[in-house]
């Protein structure tokens, strides 16, 4: 019912701009024939990627969903997101670092909550931490980052916490598909998240500058409280110096 829901959905925007299935097909660089199969909703053999170019010849977007036994699996990524959290909390906690995990902040109609906001009083630096489980919209995502920063000095002085300087810090699973999905984006987070590994750890110890960083952190134990796992490195490699 979704496949032609899908397939339908792709006829009514072709027929909207007035095209044939042999325009579309151009355009999107498919043949006609796969064009035909997805508006009758035979996807099974066409990969996600030509549907993504299908829809962005037509101006819409597909949204990739996994579901699983209702909202079960929503609930072990959280549990998944709670422990990476808990466990860098500790770490912030053992350099003298105050700690707000999921401080909520309404700042002239922006609204949302920082997964980790932390702040070093001995130097004033404020640190403004985003940890994702899994990785979704690139994009959406440096954006978030970035709005948080800004506005972490307003969320900081509701807090009684001072700052002088304010730095980013994104946290992502360690996992294989992570790496992949970030090395496809490699060059924008060199730019903008350029920090990695050893050195994020030296600067928590001893905040000096402004720091932006990307950190791959390994979960030490199961999202479900089961076993133990390995430990396995806290960063990604890099042939920079910073790394």
Known sequence: MV???????????????GWRQADLALRA???????????????????????????????AQVDVR?????????????????????????????????????????????????????AHRPTGALLVVEVKSVIPDVQAMLVALDRKTRLAPAIAKDRGWPSTTVSKLLIVREARTARRRLAQHDATFRLVLPIRGRSIEAWLRRPRGVLAGLLFLS????????????????????NSRSG
């Open 3 to 17: 496949d032609l829901r899908f397939g339908r959905g792709l006829r009514v925007l072709r027929r909207r701009r």
């Open 29 to 59: 660089g498919i043949s006609q024939s796969a064009v035909s199969r997805a508006e009758l909703g035979r996807v099974g053999g066409l990969s996600v990627s030509a549907l993504k170019t299908l829809a962005d010849a037509l101006g």
């Open 66 to 118: 996994l579901r699983w036994q209702g909202e079960r699996l929503d609930r072990l990524l959280d549990r998944e997101h709670a422990a990476l959290v808990e466990q860098f909390v500790r770490r912030l906690r053992q350099h003298q670092w105050e700690v707000a995990p999921e401080a909520s902040f309404s700042i002239f109609g922006e609204r949302g909550s920082v997964d980790v906001l932390a």
């Open 219 to 238: 979960p030490t134990s199961h999202p479900g409280g089961g076993r133990r796992t390995r430990p396995e490195s806290v960063g990604v490699r890099s």
